[in-house]
């Protein structure tokens, strides 16, 4: 059965507002003695004053905090154009003295990040010898990701010539396609980069060609 009073209470005052004329009509009719009218009556007449008063209240309540709110607004503006003067102030002269004398905050200088660290140590896989008489090279290496700058230069040292770079690489894998024929052996050894800054060499790994630079000549073992 659904109630007869509604739930809200703005709605109970509505309810009573709307039936009290007709039950103070003729209040025997329904079972009510005058009495019982003139005190509902009065209670109804309280709790809708009640009820403007807060509204009034509410209303007025949010208009002091909308004037708050622009006036503390106004206060920030302004105040903020001053203490831009007072800073430009201070740089001009070059006096730190000035934001004491203010009672503000000199500027931060920007802090800067530490430089990123090269990557890890390589460490190379079992080098290949293509049909074509080069050598591909594969390693892996931590922190090597080259979008944030990381390389590796291949440095490579044949019997008969002093170690030099041959190339670099920004992913993990290079071939050699420089090799003399006739090359006996090469010795590689992976640096890694990031900008300037060197980290850890690999291990030198030596591949054995075999004069003929065939593949079934050749061997690849790691030296230390």
Avoid: C
Avoid at 121 to 148: H, I, Q, Y
Avoid at 183 to 196: C, E, F, L, Q, V
């Amino acid at each position: 059965m659904a109630p007869v009073l509604p739930r809200t209470r703005v709605a109970t005052l509505e309810f009573f507002e709307t039936r009290l004329p007709v039950w103070g009509a003729a209040p025997a009719a329904i079972g009510l003695r005058p009495l019982d009218i003139a005190q509902l009556t009065d209670l109804t007449e309280a709790a809708r004053a009640a009820h403007d008063e807060a509204e009034r209240l509410r209303a007025q309540a949010a208009a002091a905090a909308d004037a708050a709110r622009l006036a503390s607004e106004a206060m920030r503006a302004r105040g903020a154009g001053m203490v831009r003067v007072i800073k430009a102030y201070a740089d001009n002269k070059d006096d730190p003295n000035i934001y004491a004398a203010a009672q503000i905050n000199p500027p931060v200088p920007p802090t800067r990040r530490p430089p990123l660290a090269p990557p890890g140590r390589p460490e190379l896989a079992r080098p290949e010898l293509n049909s074509d008489g080069s050598v591909t090279l594969r390693w892996k290496a931590d922190n090597a990701m080259a979008s944030r700058g990381a390389y590796f230069v291949i440095v490579r040292t044949l019997p008969d010539e002093a170690e030099r770079v041959i190339g670099d690489a920004a992913g993990r894998t290079f071939t050699d396609r420089t090799l003399p024929r006739g090359t006996a052996s090469a010795t590689y050894m992976i640096i890694p980069k990031r900008g300037a800054r060197s980290g850890e060499p690999s291990a030198r790994v030596t591949v054995q060609l075999g004069v003929d630079n065939s593949p079934a000549a050749a061997r690849a073992r790691t030296a230390a």
